[in-house]
T-cell receptor, first 112, second 115 residues
Framework: QKEVEQNSGPLSVPEGAIASLNCTYS??????FFWYRQYSGKSPELIMF????GDKEDGRFTAQLNKASQYVSLLIRDSQPSDSATYLC????????????FGAGTRLAVHP | DVKVTQSSRYLVKRTGEKVFLECVQD?????MFWYRQDPGLGLRLIYF???????EKGDIPEGYSVSREKKERFSLILESASTNQTSMYLC??????????????FGPGTRLTVT
């Protein structure tokens, strides 16, 4: 079974700090990696995707990918209370049909 | 604007009933997906469809079936609802060929309770 693992949290950070969310995956053939944000009672929405080793920045968000270590992370700079949500890591594997395998999510709480 | 809609936000059914959950997308996407989401387990794929009348089992298809008669509509069917099918059900859609910027767009979800 191909897996995506995340720490369930909650990860609690003060407002203005950097939040670091981590994800590991088991399928070495995985091609693309995605971070979705899900507010309580809402559906997931895409924040970022990354497919090349290294860092990718978009505003306050940075995704980091290390395929050799099968590790992907999301950094949120200057964290705001509005960032409090569950963050889902998703991996597009080698199986075709654009299927995603989701982690169980990390709950982030940003306190003022 | 991208839109995926689901027929109900909340649904309460009795054990043994046949349940239909419907999903409609207006983006002309080829792929459509049904997930269930349970605390601590994340999103688990039930079934997906990559074309009209085409379907593939996901990771947890037991107790479910699907129908895709039109490109924009993908239905999830619980033949005989059981209490362990109480869950949040999420529909998603995507383009078939989207390259590395591939994204699945999600509907608002249906919270199903089976009593």
């Amino acid at each position: 079974q191909k897996e995506v693992e995340q720490n369930s949290g909650p990860l609690s950070v003060p407002e203005g700090a950097i939040a670091s969310l981590n994800c590991t995956y088991s399928d070495r053939g995985s091609q693309s990696f995605f971070w979705y944000r899900q507010y309580s009672g809402k559906s997931p929405e895409l924040i970022m995707f990354i497919y090349s080793n290294g860092d990718k920045e978009d505003g306050r968000f940075t995704a980091q990918l290390n395929k050799a270590s099968q590790y992907v992370s999301l950094l949120i700079r200057d964290s705001q209370p509005s960032d409090s949500a569950t963050y889902l890591c998703a991996v597009r594997g080698s199986g075709g049909y654009n299927k995603l395998i989701f982690g169980a999510g990390t709950r982030l709480a940003v306190h003022p | 604007d991208v839109k995926v809609t689901q027929s109900s936000r909340y649904l309460v059914k009795r054990t043994g009933e046949k349940v239909f959950l419907e999903c409609v997308q207006d983006m002309d996407h080829e792929n459509m997906f049904w997930y269930r989401q349970d605390p601590g387990l994340g999103l688990r794929l039930i079934y997906f469809s990559y074309d009209v009348k085409m379907k593939e089992k996901g990771d947890i298809p037991e107790g479910y079936s699907v129908s895709r008669e039109k490109k924009e509509r993908f239905s999830l069917i619980l033949e005989s609802a059981s209490t362990n099918q109480t869950s949040m059900y999420l529909c998603a859609s995507s383009l078939a060929l989207a390259g590395d910027s591939y994204e699945q767009y999600f509907g608002p979800g249906t919270r199903l309770t089976v009593t």
